[in-house]
């Protein structure tokens, strides 16, 4: 795959149901990057979810104890893109990090919703 912003912001990844991972320290765009990428998707009528890392480990915590985990999933395949946004930006701890690990669907992987 051509990982060229041009060739990115093609959007071409997500038919060809490719991951897409932007790596870079804090400050240096990388968030902004998948927002631009995220914006594109809606634009071309796109289903778009969006976490941070937290965000995701904490919703999946509580379904532990409430149980709506089917309405995290369903969210979750419902959408084209997935952005999973600020991983590496706080520390996770194992059982965070293996409830945000063990969807077994790459996130590029949800049908498209069209």
Do not use: Y
Not at 40 to 49: G, K, M, T, Y
Not at 85 to 94: E, K, N, S, T
């Amino acid at each position: 795959m051509d990982g060229s912003v041009e060739h990115l912001g093609q959007l071409d990844f997500l038919t060809a149901r490719e991951n897409v991972i932007l790596l870079g320290p804090v400050g240096t765009g990388s968030s902004h990057f998948a927002e631009g990428l995220a914006q594109a998707a809606i634009e071309n009528d796109l289903r778009v979810a969006w976490f941070t890392l937290e965000t995701l480990s904490a919703a999946i915590g509580k379904s532990k104890v409430d149980g709506p985990t089917a309405r995290i999933a369903a969210r979750m395949c419902r959408a084209d893109p997935i952005v999973i946004d600020d991983v590496g930006l706080l520390p996770v701890g194992a059982d965070a990090l293996k409830r945000s690990t063990a969807s077994s669907t790459p996130p590029t992987n949800a049908a498209p919703s069209r």
